[in-house]
């Protein structure tokens, strides 16, 4: 089992920057790929951005120059930077961590909310 634990969402202007982190415990051994994932409400969730144990890293177009996924294996932790935030990013945001076993785990989420 892993445990993932979010800290970082809050409520930003438009235009503004937000850090998301999200540690990891537990049987972390068995990390792959780490990620962070959004649910906009009455949409479904989607990928926001992932990066792999070898830092191969991988965005969704509407994130794309405006966001940077950071991981740093010796802390187990990832990061999410997010800049130039537009309110369409206003959406609870998940950490997601997959295992070489095919299992996958999730934080409890946090709130980021982007006012115009």
């Known amino acids: 089992q892993v445990q993932l634990v979010e800290s970082g969402g809050g409520l930003v202007q438009a235009g503004g920057s937000l850090r998301l982190s999200c540690a990891a415990s537990?049987?972390?051994?068995?990390?792959?790929?780490m990620g962070w994932y959004r649910q906009a409400p009455g949409k479904q969730r989607e990928l926001v951005a992932a990066?792999?144990?070898?830092?191969?890293?991988n965005y969704a177009d509407s994130v794309k120059g405006r966001f940077t996924i950071s991981r740093d294996n010796a802390k187990n932790t990832v990061h999410l930077q997010m800049n130039t935030l537009k309110p369409e990013d206003t959406a609870v945001y998940y950490c997601?961590?997959?295992?070489?076993?095919?299992?996958?785990?999730w934080g409890q989420g946090t709130l980021v909310t982007v006012s115009s």
């Open positions: 997601n961590a997959d295992s070489i076993y095919g299992s996958r785990w």
């Open positions: 537990g049987s972390i051994f068995s990390i792959n790929a």
């Open positions: 990066i792999t144990s070898g830092g191969s890293t």
